[in-house]
């Protein structure tokens, strides 16, 4: 049985900042060398060049070397997933899991918040966007699952990722070994490494079966309800954490899922919210959380009919402000609405991530 889980939200009140962290180490809340992986907002563009994300890595994992016993380099291997831009009214933060003593827990046979991380093989260039990707992610969701002693891909109820996209520097690398890549548009290589991401999740929970190369980042039939992945410069294969429940671990943390099934759809973060374990009145309101929710994370996309509830927008045929940036920012809106705190997790490209021009919400509850 693993170790029961701690989780905490943290601010993020300057580029660099990792204060937070270093507080709940000082405080005793968590201890440095039992924290699992943290998954966070920093407040950059959100694209290729954002190394906002480089920078928040940076910071955090020195507090965790400082105030702890591990290596830099089994530091190193911790996750950290940094997803960038805090567009509209969302704020930087980062929310962080780490094991704790099961003497100190509280003892439950309710389901409780397990957590298992894994690092998939080294993903190539060549690999992104192809059926070589799925297949990777898929054996490291696997391994994951086991580490958290998940054996109900039922009880999975969120899996966040981050992964390589295509750079300059590894297109010319994929050419060099006489290797093509799916797209040599550095650009959508982001939405593309996060669509096949969430595939190779689906696979391994039963959600779909193997998908052909054809079906990858065109058949939006295809998804996850529990992927929320996120891809960036500066790693080269998927850095998995699988969170979900198992009874007897112990503990005061729940989580649970649902979908937002189009950009407006508040009503899905509510459902999330009621599968964590926090009741609920039928018409719930942000005061009826009473401090119990630790934090959702969602992921979002631009419907591709440019429509929401019948109603016409412009966002995909915007050319001076990229559609990433308005959905992040109207979806944020929408989350803090719900919660009443606009440092909500919400990230952008999630295609096979959700229904189409909707996303997956995960919420995790402090249950006391």
């Not at 966070?40 to 020195?62: Q, S």
């Not at 609920?280 to 429509?307: I, Q, W, Y």
Request: with cysteine.
């Amino acid at each position: 049985m693993p170790d029961p889980i701690e989780v905490r939200k943290v601010p993020i009140e300057s580029v660099t900042d990792a204060s937070g962290l270093a507080r709940l180490i000082d405080d005793g809340v968590i201890e440095a060398d039992r924290v699992l992986a943290v998954i966070g907002k920093t407040e950059g563009n959100g694209g290729v060049n954002d190394y906002t994300r480089i920078l928040a890595d940076r910071a955090f994992r020195e507090v965790l070397i400082a105030k702890g016993t591990r290596t830099p380099e089994e530091v190193a291997q911790i996750p950290l997933v940094w997803s960038g831009g805090t567009d509209g009214v969302l704020s930087p933060h980062a929310t962080i899991f780490a094991t704790v003593d099961p003497a100190t827990a509280p003892r439950t046979e309710e389901p409780r918040i397990s957590v298992g991380v894994a690092m998939s093989e080294v993903i190539l260039p060549e690999d992104i966007g192809r059926p070589a990707m799925v297949e990777k992610v898929a054996a490291g969701v696997r391994e994951a699952m086991k580490i958290a002693g998940i054996d109900d891909p039922a009880d999975v109820h969120y899996v966040q990722t981050k992964t390589p996209l295509l750079t300059l520097a590894t297109i010319n690398d994929a050419k060099s070994r006489g290797q093509d890549v799916v797209t040599e548009d550095t650009g959508p290589s982001m939405d593309i490494s996060n669509s096949t991401t969430a595939l190779g999740i689906a696979v391994a929970l039963g959600e779909i079966e193997m998908p052909r190369a054809d079906q990858i980042h065109r058949d939006l039939s295809l998804y996850s309800s529990v992927a929320s992945c996120s891809s960036g410069v500066e790693l080269d294969r998927a850095q998995i954490v699988v969170v979900g429940n198992v009874r007897g671990i112990g503990g005061r943390y729940r989580i649970g899922h649902s979908v937002m099934k189009d950009a407006l759809d508040a009503d899905g973060i509510w459902e999330a919210i009621r599968s964590s374990g926090i009741d609920l009145p039928e018409r719930p309101h942000p005061s009826d959380l009473r401090g119990r929710l630790v934090n959702v994370f969602m992921k979002c996309e631009a419907d591709p009919t440019g429509r929401v509830r019948g109603r016409r927008n412009i966002m995909l045929d915007d050319s001076d402000v990229h559609w990433h940036r308005q959905i992040k920012a109207t979806v944020g809106g929408v989350a803090a609405s719900v919660t009443g705190d606009p440092a909500v997790f919400v990230s952008v490209a999630a295609v096979h991530q959700g229904p189409s021009g909707g996303g997956p919400v995960a919420a995790i509850a402090d249950l006391g």
